[in-house]
């Protein structure tokens, strides 16, 4: 399911419309984005936890020209599931095997 689906779905399930569906997951982003700017992490109960991830400085490789290259220190978003989720998961990797 990507946004759109998920803007579709929302609307559907509450009898709302599309544009107030798509109004309220941007709004949960923004909440999710602010969360990560002011404390560090956003955590949703069922959901997961997003929190600030730092990458240390490491040396790549151009893929063209094989050149070494420095890659700078940097912060990254990272996600941490809920135990339910993960359940979710497993099961439905249970029914592809």
Do not use: C
């Not at 990507?2 to 909440?31: F, H, M, P, R």
């Amino acid at each position: 399911m990507n946004k759109a689906e998920l803007i579709e779905a929302l609307a559907a399930e509450t009898g709302t419309t599309k544009a107030q569906a798509k109004q309220s997951v941007e709004l949960l982003i923004d909440y999710i984005k602010n969360g990560l700017k002011k404390e560090g992490r956003f955590s949703l109960s069922g959901l997961g936890t997003f929190s600030v991830g730092q990458r240390a400085a490491r040396t790549g490789r151009n893929p063209q020209t094989g050149e070494a290259i420095k890659i700078k220190a940097s912060k990254t978003a990272k996600f941490k599931a809920a135990p339910d989720l993960k359940e979710a998961a497993a099961k439905f990797k249970a029914k592809k095997a």
